[in-house]
């Protein structure tokens, strides 16, 4: 379901004479979007089978999709602007998930693009701003010739920035390569709790019902969270990420200090050859290997060697409220 309040559209006249549509700008405000799954897996922006059904492109002589003919019909924008948009998601086994963008805001400019974002995402606040390629470019050139595509972005939750730096690269007909640095001094691992539902605004002059609040569920007893991690998920690529955090902080837990690691990525499998952190006075240099993520059945690996840490301090770092005492341990 997509519903909408109010478009703005700039279209370029000059192109139209050359039966290309070029759009200068797109303004949109009031923007409410419900994107649901149900249990059979099918979704409701999935148009698969409409376009399965839909006139095929332009077909040459030799039987093959004439490519220039599908570019030069496609439609270029130059900036989009959303403001006040709620995008709800819902599949058939969780509730409903809210998003509020407050901005967003896309300019082009050569082979750049100005990325601002503002909004809230089950009640935490998240900003994302920086330069990236150009995004019309990436979709122009996706699978047809070599795509060069940098990142240069600031993603900020609850006033704590997260750095992402680097390089993805496309070539045509084969998975892309990520190449990202990802740092921090201070950064939240982020919750998605079910929020309150906000109080109703008086009507008439008579008092609004109490807000109510949905059942909170029971705190995890992992380290992040007990749902369960859809692998299948991660997109397949190839490449290397980088990772340093100096305080990582964890939903109802005490941080983790001084993270550091670097993921290989390959398909369907990644490769952590060495993973550190501190926790308290402990240390911990563990090596891990993901694989099969394409499958119903992902397999993990996990070795390495922890040092200097206590049953006290790591039960307190799991449960703040635990009162346990112990002598060194160590894990190998």
Do not use: C
Not at 10 to 21: H, T, Y
Not at 182 to 192: A, G, I, N, R, Y
Not at 269 to 298: C, E, H, R, W, Y
Request: hydrophobic share 40%.
């Amino acid at each position: 379901m997509l519903t909408l309040q109010h478009i703005e559209l700039d279209v370029k006249a000059l192109p139209l004479l050359s039966k290309r549509i070029e759009i200068g700008s797109v303004k949109l405000s009031g923007l409410e979007l419900l994107l649901q799954r149900n249990s059979s897996g099918k979704a409701n922006w999935d148009m698969s089978a409409d376009i399965s059904t839909a006139t095929p492109a332009s077909i040459s002589s030799n039987g093959n999709t004439d490519a220039s003919t599908v570019s030069n019909n496609l439609i270029y924008m130059d900036s989009i602007s959303i403001v006040n948009a709620q995008i709800q998601y819902q599949d058939a086994a969780n509730p409903i998930s809210t998003y509020q963008i407050k901005r967003l805001s896309l300019v082009e400019g050569g082979d750049k693009t100005v990325i601002s974002l503002g909004m809230q995402a089950q009640g935490q606040a998240i900003e994302l701003s920086g330069k990236t390629g150009s995004l019309s470019g990436l979709f122009k050139q996706w699978d047809v010739g070599l795509t060069k595509f940098p990142l240069d972005l600031a993603l900020n939750m609850n006033g704590k920035p997260l750095l992402i730096k680097g390089e993805i690269i496309k070539p045509p007909k084969a998975m892309p390569s990520i190449n990202l640095a990802v740092s921090s001094k201070s950064f939240d691992w982020p919750t998605l709790d079910v929020a309150t539902n906000p109080a109703p605004q008086t009507v008439g002059g008579t008092q609004p019902a109490p807000a109510t609040r949905q059942a909170q569920k029971p705190q995890s007893r992992y380290v992040f969270s007990d749902e369960t991690i859809p692998f299948d998920s991660i997109p397949r690529a190839k490449g290397k990420i980088v990772v340093d955090i100096a305080e990582l902080g964890l939903p109802k837990r005490k941080p983790i200090e001084n993270l550091q690691a670097t993921l290989h990525l390959d398909g369907s499998s990644i490769d952590i050859p060495n993973i550190s952190f501190q926790m308290g006075k402990g240390s911990a240099n563990l090596q891990m290997n993901l694989s099969k993520t394409n499958t119903v059945n992902p397999m993990l690996m996990a070795k390495g060697v922890t040092k200097d840490f206590t049953l006290e301090n790591l039960l307190a770092r799991l449960d703040p409220s635990s009162k346990v005492s112990g002598g060194d341990m160590k894990l190998a």
